[in-house]
């Protein structure tokens, strides 16, 4: 992530203290150090409402992840349910798609599953209809 | 300017709703501000939380301070879970 420029931030609805210790004791031993970032503590819900992944039920946040880029604008997101993590790969992947499109001011589109390297899609008049002369899945 | 304490309880100021410019003459509603909720493709609702970051300790964050900036918001249920 610091390699794309990318910042995380981690929100639940854990109090700081708690972020803390669960940093030091658990998570340090599982990444060296601990984990880089900051982790928010949404206590109460506010945040996740507004993001639309607080369960007032459960009283916590479901698994919610946006990608938010430098204008402050919401590019994506993925909310899933608690018992399944995430795909990091995918998240990392969708990061360098969303960073190209942003880089050629959004002249060019990113066919699904593209990864770096791979040819992209210039929408427009020439293209339409011929997306299957330049993409085959 | 007083000084931060680590009390126990410190709420932070949640999601930051942008104050309302007056219109003249035009009362403002009496209704709540209106929530702007998340969507792709707008603007990502600001807020502000308080947070624990490694090596630095407690702070307050805004998602504002990170403008200019790629960021990847997480939530997740909660600390010493499982997934």
């Not at chain 1, 803390?20 to 409402?49: A, C, H, Y």
């Not at chain 1, 009283?59 to 919401?74: H, K, L, S, T, Y």
């Not at chain 1, 798609?97 to 942003?102: G, I, L, S, T």
């Not at chain 1, 990113?110 to 899945?137: A, F, N, R, Y």
Request: hydrophobic fraction near 40%.
């Amino acid at each position: 992530m610091k390699e794309l420029g990318v910042e995380v931030l981690s929100v639940s609805t854990d109090s700081r203290f708690t972020h803390k210790i669960w940093n030091e004791v658990e998570l340090s031993k599982m990444v060296e150090g601990g984990i880089p970032f900051p982790m928010l503590s949404d206590q109460g819900g506010r945040i996740g409402t507004v993001y639309g992944v607080y369960d007032e039920d459960a009283g916590v946040n479901i698994r919610g992840r946006f990608i938010i880029d430098p204008d402050g604008v919401i590019q994506a997101m993925e909310v899933l349910t608690p018992p399944v993590g995430r795909n990091p790969a995918e998240l990392i992947r969708q990061i360098k798609a969303f960073q190209h499109v942003r880089a050629t001011g959004g002249a060019e589109a990113t066919p699904s599953g593209w990864t770096p390297g791979e040819k992209t899609l210039k929408p427009g008049p020439d293209l339409v209809g011929k997306v299957w002369e330049v993409w085959k899945p | 300017m007083v000084k931060e304490v680590d009390s126990c309880v410190q709420p932070a100021a949640g999601p930051l709703v942008p104050e309302p410019t007056p219109v003249e003459g035009v009362s403002p509603p009496e209704e709540e501000v209106k929530m702007v909720m998340a969507r792709v493709g707008k603007e990502a609702p600001d807020f502000e939380a308080s947070a624990y970051v490694a090596g630095e300790g407690f702070k307050n964050v805004k998602l504002s301070d990170y403008r200019g900036q790629w960021v990847v918001l997480c939530f997740y249920p909660g600390d010493f879970t499982f997934v």
